[in-house]
């Protein structure tokens, strides 16, 4: 074995023992409760639905965040990107109000019929809805979104 070949593998063991040594949580702690963002990456077309708002600001797609119990108002993105033609997105926001229960994962619900979607988060266990169902539109995204609009945006959310 040549010397840089032990050295990638050396390197590449080390590299896999480190991230398997780290515990992969799967549920939230007691006191928190967990929102799943929704994707659906499929060959057709590509749909998030998310949490918008992250400590009053715009936030990016993640897979989940954990957040304190209690009632709360979560301001939601929903983007539809078709793979197959060259379009722009469609997209529409959506404010849901929910009570959230500490223990709990929650994940983003959606129904899209043309360009209506209507949106809802639900308890992953039980499939029971624990927001209301909003409808909304689904259009081409503004051309200005500046932070101003952006803040505007999550002054509703409590996440």
Known sequence: MTRSMLITAVIGASMLSACTSVPV???PDDSQWRLRNFLDNGLAQTVRV???????KESDFVAARDFAPG???VVTK?????NNIESKPKEAYAT???DFEAGNTYVFQKDIEENQATLWIADVETG??????VEV???IGEVVDNEQR????CMASTL
Do not use: D, I
């Not at 029971?128 to 169902?133: F, G, I, L, P």
């Open 25 to 27: 949580t799967t549920s």
């Open 78 to 82: 929903v983007t539809q990107t078709f």
């Open 50 to 56: 998310y949490n918008f708002c992250y400590n009053g």
């Open 137 to 139: 539109t689904l259009a």
């Open 71 to 73: 009632e709360h108002t």
């Open 128 to 133: 029971k809805a624990v927001s209301e169902q």
């Open 150 to 153: 952006q803040r505007r945006r």
């Open 96 to 98: 849901l109000k929910g």
